[in-house]
Nanobody, 118 residues
Framework: VQLQASGGGLVQAGGSLRLSCAASGFTLDYYAIGWFRQAPGKEREGVSCISSSDGSTYYADSVKGRFTISRDNAKNTVYLQMNSLKPEDTAVYYC????????????WGQGTLVTVSS
């Protein structure tokens, strides 16, 4: 059972990245999936979540209007499209299973580093 975030990198402020969260060993569409980020010296911050039941999406105020979460059940993958990136978005991003959006994260794998230069 594995959950792998990928797609991070170095981008200039105002740029875009798309993160992917791929699962192996289990089916993602049975789970709500959340993205959270951890920047050095800062607390973990929930970024976005997509429910398993009706695909409802949720966003932190800090990313609302700039980030979009989506899922492709056929590919067993959840995406996080990040536009208009800011230096304060720099962090390691993780995807995780949750019982339901708003609950504690249950399982997450290795994160992917996003660095936004000014």
């Amino acid at each position: 059972v594995q959950l792998q975030a990928s797609g991070g990198g170095l981008v200039q402020a105002g740029g875009s990245l798309r993160l992917s969260c791929a699962a192996s060993g289990f089916t993602l569409d049975y789970y709500a999936i959340g993205w959270f980020r951890q920047a050095p010296g800062k607390e973990r911050e929930g970024v976005s979540c997509i429910s398993s039941s009706d695909g409802s999406t949720y966003y932190a105020d800090s990313v609302k209007g700039r980030f979009t979460i989506s899922r492709d059940n056929a590919k067993n993958t959840v995406y996080l499209q990040m536009n208009s990136l800011k230096p304060e978005d720099t962090a390691v991003y993780y995807c995780a299973t949750v019982t339901d959006c708003g609950d504690e994260y249950d399982y997450w794998g290795q994160g992917t580093l996003v660095t936004v230069s000014s």
